[in-house]
């Protein structure tokens, strides 16, 4: 599991279940709180009888200032949700397994999800699903992509890749918001 709270709204906590190479084999999508941690409740939309994509959750982000905007990296492809997790929108229609979900600290707008095929969807505008969004590729065949974002520089970004070949882990960086990697 993976937790994310926005830095606004100590309250509101999302947890993605039942991640690839858990022990443990409890597929509830993605829960959430509104108290802090107290209790949990399912987000009817993930549940994976509902979308199977859901049955496992790698990495749940949320936006910075507003716990509304939260996405997630899934067996199936990246969603983003725009309404507190009422409903998800699968992100530019890729199926590939997306393995991690980021948003910059400091500039909301940057966002970045990073598939399992050594490819990062990455956007400036805040828009992952249309024309605002780039597509780059990391390493060719990578896997188990890791992404961060250097909050004091809006254009750095930062990926642990896994080379689909020789296994070995690399680090990988951005200077131009996701568009370029060495």
């Known amino acids: 599991s993976n937790f994310a709270k926005a830095a606004n709204d100590a309250n509101t906590i999302y947890a993605g279940t039942n991640t690839s190479g858990s022990h443990t084999y409890f597929p509830f ?5 509104t108290d802090g941690g107290l209790t949990w409740s399912e987000l009817a939309q ?3 009888s509902v979308n199977a994509d859901f049955a496992y959750v790698q ?9 509304a905007i939260v996405l997630a990296a899934t067996q199936g492809g990246a969603y ?3 309404d507190a997790g009422a ?3 699968k992100i530019g229609g890729i199926a590939t397994k997306a393995y991690y979900a980021a948003i910059h600290p400091t500039d909301a707008n940057r966002r970045a999800i990073a598939y399992n095929d050594g490819t990062v969807r990455f956007t400036t505008t805040g828009d992952l699903h249309g024309a605002g969004a780039s597509t780059a590729t990391v390493l060719a065949g990578g896997r188990y992509m890791k992404l961060a974002y250097a909050k004091s520089d809006t254009s750095r970004m930062y990926a642990l890749v896994t080379d689909g070949a020789s296994y070995a882990t690399r680090l990988f960086m951005s200077t131009n918001g996701g568009a370029s990697w060495t």
């Open 29 to 33: 999508g993605i829960v959430k709180s």
């Open 46 to 48: 993930t549940n994976p």
């Open 59 to 67: 990495r749940v982000a949320v936006h910075p200032a507003n716990s």
């Open 80 to 82: 983003e949700s725009t």
């Open 87 to 89: 409903t998800w929108t």
